[in-house]
């Protein structure tokens, strides 16, 4: 079983969420105040969190930011239906994707395993490491180095990567993208991809003379650029 932990001051919804979460294989723990909820997703390893954003002694935003300093932990944000700047804000931090309040329980779950599933899912051993430039990618320990150094990213920053590492110098389309990513279709009004990727950019830039090296094709895609021929080894 996953170890879920949920923060949310909607007593009812946690109740109902972990009775039903509880029947497809998930141990749920809630929590209804942001200051616990920012120290139980400290003391314990866990699988998932649903980190609501408003709550009290603590707003969402700012348990996902303290999170995110100390942990890769993969988060879906609980939003208000309708409020986009609520959804920006909380890609831009780190969260992993965003489902707007009401929602129904099986898109929840869909979500969930969406996540999970990049967070978990590790190749089979012998999985060629991959290499373009300074770039290192293990798929099957799930790690990035940049120059020699770890770079955390999360799972979603990850799939990103690897997919555009897969086909380095070339174009990937925001459809496939999405697709290996978000565990999703691509929607023109939704803009996680473009967040994740934007945050995924920021953080080799911090590491490159040379500019950004996920260049955005306006109307395409996404290409990861290559200054030297990629290259894959054998683990």
């Known amino acids: 079983m996953e170890n879920i932990l949920i923060i949310d001051d909607d ?52 348990v996902l930011k303290q999170l995110r300093s100390v ?5 879906l944000l609980l939003t208000a239906r309708g409020d986009d700047v609520d959804r920006i804000v909380g890609l831009e931090i780190g969260a992993d994707d965003y489902l707007p309040k009401p929602f129904n329980p099986r898109e929840l779950l869909a979500r969930m395993r969406a996540i999970l599933r990049r967070s978990g899912a590790a190749e089979p051993a012998g999985e060629s490491t991959l290499r373009v430039d300074d770039l290192e990618l293990d798929p099957a320990a799930r790690t990035v180095r940049i120059k020699g150094k770890p770079l955390e990213v999360t799972a979603v920053e990850f799939a990103v990567l690897e ?73």
């Open 11 to 62: 007593v009812e919804l946690c109740s109902m969420l972990t009775d039903y979460l509880s029947r497809y294989g998930f141990r749920v723990t809630s929590v209804h105040r942001g200051d616990a909820g920012l120290k139980a997703g400290r003391e314990k390893s866990w699988a998932l969190i649903l980190l609501d954003v408003m709550l009290p002694g603590m707003d969402g935003f700012e």
């Open 71 to 75: 942990s890769p932990v993969s988060v």
């Open 163 to 235: 997919t555009l590492m897969r086909s380095p110098g070339k174009v990937v389309s925001r459809d496939e993208l999405a697709e290996r990513a978000l565990g999703r279709s691509f929607n023109p009004f939704d803009r996680s991809l473009d967040m994740h990727v934007s945050r995924l950019r920021r953080k080799l830039d911090e590491f490159s003379s040379s500019g950004d090296r996920v260049k955005t094709i306006r109307g395409a895609g996404y290409q990861l650029l290559v200054y030297r021929s990629p290259v894959e080894t054998q683990n």
